[in-house]
């Protein structure tokens, strides 16, 4: 339930990005994956191609493929079966199967699944719905949802060298590339930068949190 009104934001967002409730629950019944959903939304209210904004929803779904090779073994779905399965595979159901018995974990995947998705699309409605009965639904400042929503899920990652190294170059290349490209294509770009950046080798990193097992060892 607190995940799925979360959907609240996305509706209004969506509203006040110009798009129509039926096209608003449209995204979340068919996309379902919020992230994805925020980004679209965000390029299409910031002025971009929404075929930018496909590529970047595109782009931040595909965590989700990583997610569908764990579960694939562990669901054991035949043929037809795997089409609503994959469709409900998200953060949360996945997470609920990881270190879990098998029989917990495909309980725990489709609870969460399908629970967040009917919650999800309710406030989906919800939202937009309210969004609708305002004049200028960008007066209460919607437009800043999705920004404050990403920067909320960033946040609690800021643990290491590397992780603030990858935040601050990608700051740098968003604020050289919006002014002189098209809205949409500068987080494709980033996202670009910021893959490389994260694939790059590391030293030992003094910011990293220390291994419990390491405590232990140093304390004796």
Known sequence: MATGTYGL???????????SVPQACALSSLMFTGASQFAMVGVIAAGGNPLAGAATATLLGTRNALYGMHLSPLLGLPGWRRIPAAHIVID??????????????KLGFWTAGLAVFLCWNLATLAGALGA??????????LDVVAPA?????????????QSWIVACSAAVVTLSA??????????LLVAVVTALLAMTPTRHDPLAPVPQHAQESESQ
């Open 149 to 161: 929503a990403f920067l909320a899920l960033l946040a609690p990652r800021m643990t290491t060298r």
């Open 92 to 105: 949360e159901s996945a997470a609920m199967t990881i270190g879990r018995e098998p029989r917990a974990a």
């Open 9 to 19: 934001s996305f509706g209004a967002l969506a509203v006040a990005a110009g798009l």
């Open 178 to 187: 919006v002014p002189i490209m098209p809205a949409g294509l500068p987080v």
């Open 132 to 141: 609708r009965l305002l004049s200028d639904p960008r007066t209460l400042g």
